[in-house]
């Protein structure tokens, strides 16, 4: 196994984000997968590997991302297809518009005192119990966006009905009765053993998330949940705690609450290692201060 991390980024737009976080994130002890949204234009690859100086950086194949689609769950398994063929000892799920919050030194010394242990995070069980609807339903059109509002509403009113219909017959897809269904957040930081194994399900996962609403945020919990993994869970508490996954995401200010200059002391003496999310059109200026504050950091660390 490669005592180095995996990064595996997830980024569609905002690319001013992207290229700060590329920076942050360059050590010889990290590698980065990107995917990079079909939808995206002109997107400039040679230039965003070329800021990357110490690491890999590797452009996996593309696909066109819908939030809430399974069309994540396919990206996110592109991402760990492709990375564990080098078997790094921590693969970390995050967003194009997220940020680390520690150094690279304080990153892996947190998971080096952590080995073996999986950070992902549970909702509480009756959060998941009320998303069961999620994977009961067929939900098949309802994330055909285009820019034609017509459509866009045709479809919409399709899903509806849809859903309306398979309530009043009561119909309920065939779930795996092994299986007891949990729910969390997608954003995760997993040992090579889990990787291997997510993608040892993929059979699984397509039979029984494919035309699920966001399933994204079901099928890696239910898979942990109802294996040996559970036991080797950070926190083993389903409380819908970020700290379980080590990010600092705030769903009571916003869905999720975009960062912004106020935050930056909260944010830098957090214990959290990821943030999410930001945005350079609502603050620049919080990106600009968590970017400096780690770059002077690691400065002052290795005495530059």
């Known amino acids: 196994m490669l005592d180095k991390h995996a990064y595996l980024i997830m980024a569609h737009n905002e690319f001013d984000i992207l ?27 040679d230039y965003y590997k070329s800021i990357v100086e110490k690491s890999n950086v590797y452009y996996v194949d593309r696909i066109d991302i819908k939030w809430g689609d399974f069309s994540q769950i396919k990206c996110e398994l592109i991402l ?15 967003s194009g518009v997220d940020l680390p919050l520690k150094t690279n030194d304080e990153i892996h010394e947190f998971f080096n005192s952590k080995d073996g242990l999986e950070f992902i995070h549970f909702c509480t069980e009756k959060q998941s119990i009320q998303r069961k609807k999620r994977v009961s339903q067929y939900h098949f059109m309802r994330w055909n966006r285009t820019r034609n509002k017509y459509f866009n509403y045709i479809t919409s009113r399709i ?9 009043k017959m009561n119909f309920e897809r065939k779930w795996d009765e092994n299986m007891k269904l949990q729910s969390g957040a997608n954003w995760f930081s997993i040992t090579n053993e889990l990787a291997k194994y997510i993608i040892s399900k993929e059979d699984w996962i397509y039979k029984y998330f494919r035309y699920t609403s966001c399933g994204d945020e079901m099928f890696l919990q239910t ?25 600092y995401i705030d769903w009571k200010r916003g869905k999720p609450y975009i960062f912004k200059q106020e935050d930056f002391q909260d944010l830098v003496n957090s214990d959290r290692i ?22 002077n950091k690691k400065c002052i660390n290795n005495n530059i």
């Open 19 to 45: 290229e700060k976080q590329l920076i942050l994130l360059d050590d010889y002890r990290n590698d980065i997968y990107i995917h990079i949204d079909k939808k995206v234009k002109n997107f400039n690859f």
């Open 80 to 94: 760990l297809k492709h990375s564990i063929l080098k078997n790094y000892r921590y693969y970390h799920l995050i």
């Open 159 to 167: 899903n509806v009905i849809l859903s309306i219909v398979q309530s």
């Open 223 to 247: 898979i942990v949940y109802n294996t040996k993994f559970r036991e080797k869970l950070y926190k083993k508490e389903m409380n819908d705690d970020h700290i379980s996954c080590m990010r």
């Open 274 to 295: 990821f943030a999410r999310k930001f945005s350079s059109k609502v603050d620049d200026d919080v990106i600009d201060n968590i970017f400096n504050y780690l770059v």
